[in-house]
């Protein structure tokens, strides 16, 4: 590199002049088809319900949701995650609506189904702490801790009756030892052999969840440190990742994505399976709060938060604004 008295020989200025010319060198692009919304469904409301630390997302009612359904199509979205919200009165200790196959979730994948078929990918949240009356991802022993082994058979079973609804992927997001495994063993003994396994691979007991936990309407008792990642680990998740991959997982996601960026990256540079990351509740709690406190550009914050996710390795990225987004794209 050459210099000319005191100024500079090489100025990377120049590829930033116009629009056209930072468009054109652009590493990065964000595609419609690699985003998913993630979108809860009601059981027992008429009317949608709006989610207070999630400005502009609902809990949906069947109808809207399945109107949901349709925009994310028009709008060329990928796929939707569904979770189901059940009557307060149907939680129980063992979750048991999770399973119901006229639960919630089971009739929301069915109407899903009916409405766009296969032209989204249709995935359900594969957890019981939607179900649970003490709302922990699984099931409890006589001391109360989480009962990893019970769980799955718990998780088998979600597995079956989601595949039986006509769900395309499952999401299993508790955490527990071997739940890949069994999961992919319970959808192959019962006919569901094409039905993929998108693994929470390395999940992190994060405070970003905040706001889910008023999406689906769950009080948590206690944390879930004993089967989410400590945020202080990086091995740790690349250990999840070869448990999850030997145990026949067909994608693997990050979730949080924001704070994890390294660890994106690190999964997306160690596998050949394709790699989501879920931008959270709290990560869009925080941009829409700030956004509405006049103290940042919302849609620049959005499309550079999406953008980094995509840099750092995804190929998937779940987002609460992949309708709003994919449309401006
Ligand atoms: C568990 C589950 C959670 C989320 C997705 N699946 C909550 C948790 O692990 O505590 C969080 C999603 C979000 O915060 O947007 N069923």
């Not at 929470?200 to 969840?209: D, E, G, R, V, W």
């Not at 998740?237 to 145990?247: K, N």
């Not at 869009?284 to 509405?292: I, R």
């Amino acid at each position: 590199m050459s210099t000319y008295g005191t100024f500079p020989g090489a100025r990377p200025r120049r590829l930033r002049t116009t629009p056209a010319m930072r468009r054109m060198v652009a590493e990065t692009r964000l595609h419609p088809a690699e985003l998913i919304l993630p979108a809860f469904v009601r059981e027992g409301i008429g009317e949608p319900v709006p989610i207070s630390a999630m400005p502009g997302v609902v809990q949906h009612t069947r109808d809207t949701l399945r109107k949901a359904a349709v925009e994310a199509r028009e709008a060329g979205v990928a796929g939707i995650m569904l979770f189901g919200v059940p009557e307060d009165d149907k939680k129980d200790a063992a979750g048991t609506a999770g399973t119901d196959p006229d639960g919630i979730l089971q009739v929301a994948i069915r109407d899903v189904k009916a409405e766009v078929g296969d032209e989204l990918v249709i995935m359900s949240d594969l957890c019981l702490d939607e179900y649970t009356d003490h709302g922990h991802c699984g099931v409890l022993d006589s001391e109360g801790r989480v009962d990893n082994d019970a769980t799955l058979e718990r998780y088998a079973e979600m597995a079956q009756v989601q595949a039986d609804a006509g769900v395309h992927v499952v999401g299993p997001s508790g955490m527990m030892d071997g739940q890949v495994g069994v999961i992919r063993d319970a959808l192959d003994q019962t006919g569901h052999e094409d039905v993929s396994v998108l693994a929470y691979t390395a999940k992190y007991a994060s405070a970003f969840y905040g706001p889910f936990r008023e999406a689906v309407g769950s009080s948590l008792q206690g944390d879930r440190k004993t089967y989410q990642q400590d945020p202080a680990n990086v091995r740790e998740s690349l250990r999840e990742l070869s448990l999850d991959l030997a145990e026949g997982a067909d994608m693997v996601m990050v979730k949080p994505a924001l704070p994890y960026l390294d660890i994106l990256a690190k999964v997306a540079e160690s596998v050949d399976v394709p790699v989501a990351a879920y931008q959270i509740s709290g990560e869009y709690a925080m941009v829409e709060a700030a956004a509405a406190n006049g103290w940042i550009d919302r849609d620049r914050a959005i499309m550079e938060t999406l953008t980094g996710i995509k840099r750092a390795g995804a190929n998937m990225i779940l987002t609460y604004w992949a309708t709003e987004v994919a449309r401006q794209l």
